[in-house]
C-alpha cells in the first residue's frame, strides 16, 4: 500500500503562486510515476502533469509554461509548482502514484483562484 498526502493549497489572487506538495509513505517500492490531477466543480478530473521514475515530464497545455513538476526522492516528495495562477486554475488537485497493479490517490488539496 502507498499513502499520499497533499498539502499547499489555498486561496491566491490572479497572476499569484501557490506550491503543492505530495508525500509519499508505504511501499513507495513499487511507484511507476506520479502525478497531479485536479477537478473542478462540474467537471472531469483532468491529468495537471506527471513525473516518471526516470524524471520525464509532461503537462497539461493549459498549464505548460506556468507550472513545474518535481520531486525530491531523499524525503519521497513531489511537488507542483503554480505560478502565473488563473481563476481557470481553481479545482482540487490530487496526487497520484501508479504502482504495479494500481494507482493510488491523496485526499486532494483545494487551489482557489480569485479574480
Known amino acids: 500500500q502507498v499513502q499520499l498526502v497533499e498539502s499547499g493549497g489555498g486561496l491566491v489572487q490572479a497572476g499569484g503562486s501557490l506550491r503543492l506538495s505530495c508525500a509519499a509513505s508505504g511501499s513507495i517500492f513499487v511507484i511507476k510515476a506520479m502525478g497531479w490531477y485536479r477537478q473542478a466543480p462540474g467537471k472531469q478530473r483532468e491529468l495537471v502533469a506527471y513525473i516518471t521514475t526516470g524524471g520525464s515530464t509532461n503537462y497539461a497545455d493549459s498549464v505548460k509554461g506556468r507550472f513545474t513538476i518535481s520531486r525530491d526522492n531523499a524525503k519521497n516528495t513531489m511537488y507542483l509548482q503554480m505560478n502565473s495562477l488563473k481563476p481557470e486554475d481553481t479545482a482540487v488537485y490530487y496526487c497520484?502514484?501508479?504502482?504495479?497493479?494500481?494507482?493510488?490517490w491523496g485526499q486532494g488539496t483545494q487551489v482557489t483562484v480569485s479574480s
Open positions: 497520484n502514484a501508479m504502482g504495479d497493479l494500481r494507482a493510488y
